[in-house]
């Protein structure tokens, strides 16, 4: 088996007194679906958070495609990373947000272009074509020049979805990305996911609370509390067999079996 | 006097109002950035700079800090004109609560912003200047025409420091001719005009930048 494309190794996070993370580890595969579920506060977002460099750690490593995320070497040894690290580790990365996070003063388009011409230096005309195609796939061909605020929720998330792919990540973090919408809006968010893991292989790691759809998509889930992965397995064996107390308890609770 | 004079001296004195205005406005929005942006983003000992700078100019009469601009620093060895003391007092003094504004409008750009902006891997200058700035120049417009209109204002201090501005043709009309009831109505009207004609200005920015974001009010 090749090398992890995402390996956590004892990290410990802290948010003031609070203890997220004491002694976290964790490995995702390439091209593996990991879904992560568990009660709020348990540190779920946490850890998506940490992977797109929104928040550092206190402690322990993270390696990403093979090179640590968040030091780098320097003179024979390790040392935090410098922005220009980070710069370069954000590549492998690709994030969708709860809250969509959209830039309100930019159309549907610019959304899409503005980071692959400015950061990637794409020309305007293939990063409009790509962003076109992003637009087919998340089926919103036509809003293209439309601002955010004149769309509805699922359409934004399609949007943020779009504008994630459009910096061809390696790896997509998807946090929460259907919490904040209307229930009869999450599955047209959910299908645009749906296509795209049958259309290419992503690695790709999701924050849920979308438990059915959990179990279809994922390779492996896990069951997250209290900062640490309780349980973990494939999903037909998480969400039908599970062994722990704790996770029963929270799909329950869920489900209401 | 006939009231055509009237009117015609008030005007000369209005377009010296118009001229301060014209050159501490700008030195004004120049202080308000970049102070504004060196109070959240600069290395310590610069924000502490940003810090006396905008408290000093906060704290203290816009009055007596164009006296000491005009009349105390020549005794220090820099002798200023009258007209460059009055656009450089105004100017920092209304730059010292502009840079308060375009912190406030900055921060308050929603956190999720930055957050999209780092995950897209943009320089930390393109996140500020392509993402947050835009959004934020549409927060500070309303705060800015409000300083704008103070500015306009406050110029009437310089009449103080000898410059024949609207205020000091006023009271000069109304030392010799007496005729206080035309004069200051006049003086008024012309006041009234000047800032209105900033408003004017103000709504038009305000409506070209807020493009997209769905501000504007109750009709939106």
Known sequence: MSAPIIEFKNVKK?????????????????????????????GKSTLLRILMT??????????????SLWHMPWQGRYVPANSKHLHKMRNHLGMVFQHFNLFPHMTVKRNITEAPMRVKGVSRTEAEKFAEKLLRLVGLADKADSYPNDLSGGQKQRVGIARALAMKPSILLLDEITSALDPELVDEVLDVIRN???????????????MYFAREISDRVCFFDKGAIVEEGEPEAIFTQPREE????FLNAYIGQ | MEFGEIVSVLLQGAIVTIQIVAMALPLAVLMAFSFGLIRLYAPAPFKQIAIIYIEFFRGTSALIQLYWIYFVLPFFGITIDAMTAAVVALGLNIGSYGTEVVRGAIQSVPKGQYE??????????????????????????????????????????????????????????????????????????????????????????????????GRGGLHS
């Open chain 1, 196 to 210: 795209l893991v049958k259309e290419e292989s992503f690695t790709m790691l999701l924050v849920t609370h979308e």
């Open chain 1, 54 to 67: 929104l928040e550092g750690i206190d402690g322990g490593y993270i390696n990403v495609a093979g090179e």
């Open chain 1, 246 to 249: 704790r996770t029963k308890a």
């Open chain 1, 14 to 42: 802290c948010f003031g007194e609070t203890v997220i993370f004491s002694d976290f580890n964790f490995k995702v595969e390439e091209n593996e679906i990991v879904s992560i579920i568990g009660p709020s506060g348990s």
């Open chain 2, 116 to 213: 999209a902006s780092i995950a897209l891997n943009f320089t930390s200058s393109q996140r500020l200047w392509r993402i947050i700035m835009p959004q934020a120049l549409v927060n500070m417009i309303p705060p800015f025409g409000n300083l704008a209109i103070e500015l306009v204002k406050a110029t009437s201090l310089v009449s103080l420091i000898t410059i024949g501005d609207l205020t000091f043709k006023a009271k000069m009309l109304a030392d010799t001719t007496l005729q206080v009831g035309e004069i200051f109505g006049v003086v008024l009207l012309f006041y009234f005009v000047m800032a209105q004609f900033l408003v004017f200005f103000i709504r038009r920015l305000e409506t070209h930048l807020s493009k997209g974001l």
